[in-house]
């Protein structure tokens, strides 16, 4: 296992391996993230996370979700603040209980938040992490994969720049900026994202 979660009533150790020698503490935080990783987001950002929908391909959904009758979803979201996509999420989803069902398809819950609802800490797995270099910047991406019972995910995820996790709000402001510039007509001085309401926001 790449992630090793454990605990005594005295200590909580987290071990990460065959990480890059080069990984940040924040990094590390982001790549242990269990289902949380929006309220981590935004605790560093300090701003909301929205998820807006890329594509979710479902399916038939002949029968309700069980054990014999499992239902499939293949997704992506992107996880975006201050009008900056801050992570690719590429997801499969599957469903053997009507309860996760219900959370997941028809109240449109995002997989973090379907847990929350649940109620329940999944298990979590730590497939694998690497870092990429793509149009001039650096990427982190781990795949992973998230299950309770009736409900199993695993999840690619790519946070598109690593600079984001060294510069913070002056990385956020880098797109605001060049959007100011090219938009000097604009008098409407609200921070974007107080303005742009896509998808689900944290709670």
Known sequence: M???????TASTNVELACIPDDTTGLERIMLAAQGD???L???YFARPIFIELIYAHCSPRLKPA???????QSRQVHLVCASRTVCI???TVTITSPDCERLFLDEKFPIGQTFRQLRRHPKFSLLNVETRATDGKRELRRTYKLETEGFVAEILEVFPDRDMFVRGEAWLME???DLETTCAG?????????SVRKGNTVH
Do not use: M
């Not at 992630?3 to 005594?8: C, K, N, T």
């Not at 069980?66 to 499939?72: L, T």
């Not at 604009?186 to 107080?194: A, G, H, Q, V, Y």
């Open 2 to 8: 790449l992630a090793v979660d454990s605990y005594s």
């Open 89 to 91: 999420a590429t997801s």
């Open 186 to 194: 604009s008098t409407d001085s609200r921070p974007e994202w107080l």
């Open 41 to 43: 987001l935004s605790s």
């Open 66 to 72: 069980s054990p014999e009758n499992p239902i499939s």
């Open 175 to 177: 797109r605001k900026g």
């Open 37 to 39: 990783l929006q309220r």
